[in-house]
């Protein structure tokens, strides 16, 4: 970063859009001049666009021709460090920096003059007449102290029409005035009361309280089983930046299930926090990012995007159940957003918190090299132990075919039935069957547009395709045959297990819980609040139930098909599984009573199953560690993916085998290309998609060298390229 700070009107000024452009653009800086990392609204053929002043312009333009800046917008301008962490991001992800400046400015109308709105408080003197309304009015009023109300909240609270108020508002008895609808978010005190905490939750908040104060960057791994109180601890954290006057960040994977979580911050610090996610109203979004950009947002909550607002001092990122596949986005800029907090904080010398039962091999092997700090916590808070934990040998069971509950955990749920408490029924599945087959021709039903099946989903009565979400109504006759009523369900997905379930245990009562089964997620959240009462006596669910809700009165949980997760060839299949495993056990016996955990299994002998059994943590990360570094895979060495796509199959090849010929810059730096070959899935909404993979050692310049191989191509037609650093999935 160099030149100036402050612009003068007339300057040249580089601007960068959000449009897809590859370079910045330069304008003359405005009248009253500007500053580096004002947010700007530039000429763009015939329209205005978003822009920020990233520096001096290039000047290589006619000056005479160059368009001025139309105005700067009323918001804070980027910070440095914002800017430079926008950067580095791109540099990593081998984004374009638009793509960046998109991600960093998704909130509606920042352009706009703040909004107003009208609100109303005590005026001065006494009504003309006394009425009993106007009498109502006043006292309210006088009841808050001053305090301000909207039109609608002062007549409700009131009770009386809005046309009372307004006639006082003309003889001055109440007072309207204009108020910034945008308005800050309300403080958090940290010297609200924490809980008692452990020992050991003890020694974990003095070594977070000693890092945040010395305001430098560093994370920590923060390790402990479910129920160890890591959300406890890490609110202390919170409570210190806050303390520190720095802002706090929150990152939680599944954000529709946020709701326990917002509950105790309120409980520790008397108030809501600002809450970012997409299911967030235009408004709500405008709001949060002007007040964290004006420090006016203590703390956020939010997913992966939260990131990328534009914090005025950002002292702590918390990213819980770090390990959840679900900070990699996959879709536009492929970031995941744990490592990118982890650049973020660098840049801003803020501290990062990695909190996990069950942290990732990359997070372990940090911690294992000393790059990151560990925490541990040890125990589970309360007298509640980790559950007790048992494989059901498939082989030895005697089940009638298209049943998946064997008859010992049947024993096993009848048994808490009787006690009166709660089973968990786990199947990782969405829909009803994940094969629909003709049992007249042999074939199963396909997507039309993908290389995928067609998953049945019998409570929405359709065929779903899992990649590209096309639906269609279950078919009478076969597709390919034409003969009728000869479809069959194959294998179980968690609508049919409810099914099973049903029958088995026709006097209980069955709640299942599987995303695409309510509408919204506060009928979700609904939902799951009702079970932790205890409003069930069967839980059956997929993955979103293995994700931090507490149900105290659960003790049991059965996993129907352990294996499921060690099929297929992704490098971390091992690794996904014993996470996944030790995760959903873990919902069992939070509360005083103590939990089991069965899995059926086929292959109880397998090293995964084994390891989860005997619950030896750091046997089966070193032998997972020894594995990929043998394998030179990460964490120990370095991969990129390359997805092509195109309509048409013989062009995406053809453009494949052109990189793979012209491979020079990666074979300079000691990389390997494999493929092109067709993906696993081979085609997705009726493009074909061929993968090409790259591996390099640990300290390659993999990013430098894939830029350089790409710079060249110029892509014909519908074809697309894009690289996936540090690939998550390989589908
Ligand atoms: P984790 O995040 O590790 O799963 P939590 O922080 O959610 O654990 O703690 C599990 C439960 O135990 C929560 O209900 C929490 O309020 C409670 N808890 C944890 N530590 C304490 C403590 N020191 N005093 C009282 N309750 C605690
Ligand atoms: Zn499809």
Redesign the pocket.
Known sequence: MHGPDFFEHGDLVGVLTAQPLDRMLDYKAPEGGCFRGAFVEVPLGPRKVLGVVWGPGQGDYDYSKVRGVIRVLDVAPMRDEMRMFLRRAADYTLTPMSAMLRLATRAPGLGDPQSMRKIYRLGTGEPERKTDARTRVLSVLRDYGGLAFTLKELAEAADVTSSVVKGLVKQGVVREEDSPRDLPFPKLDPELPS????ED?ERATTTMRAALQSGKYGTALLK??????????YLEAVAEALRLGRQALVLLPEIALTAEFLN?VEVRFGARPAEWHSGATMTERRRIWRMVGQGEAPLVVGARSALFLPFRDLGLIIVDEEHDTSYKQEDGVLYNARDMAVLRAAMCSARVIL?S?TPSLESWANADAGKYDRIE?KSR??VSVLPEMKAIDMRAEQMPSGTWISPSLRRAVEERRAKGEQSLLFINRRGYAPITLCRACGQQIACDHCDARMVEHRFLKRLMCHQCGETKPMPEECPSCGVEGKLAAVGPGIERLAEEAEAAFPDATIVTLSSDMFGSARALKAKIEEIAEGDADIVIGTQLVAK?H?FPNLTLVGVIDADLGLQGSDLRAAERTFQLMRQVAGRAG?AEKPGQALLQTFQPEHPVIRAILSGDEDGFWEAEARERRGAGVPPYGRMAGIILSGPDVAAVFDLGNVLARNDGPLRAIGAQVYGPAPAPIARVRGRHRVRMLIKAEKGAPLQEAISRWIAPLRLKGDLRLSVDIDPQSFY
Do not use: I, M
């Open positions: 809980k008692v905490l452990t939750q402990g089983v479910t129920g160890s109180g890591k959300t406890e601890v105790r909190a039962a916590l808070f309360g931090g507490n939070r």
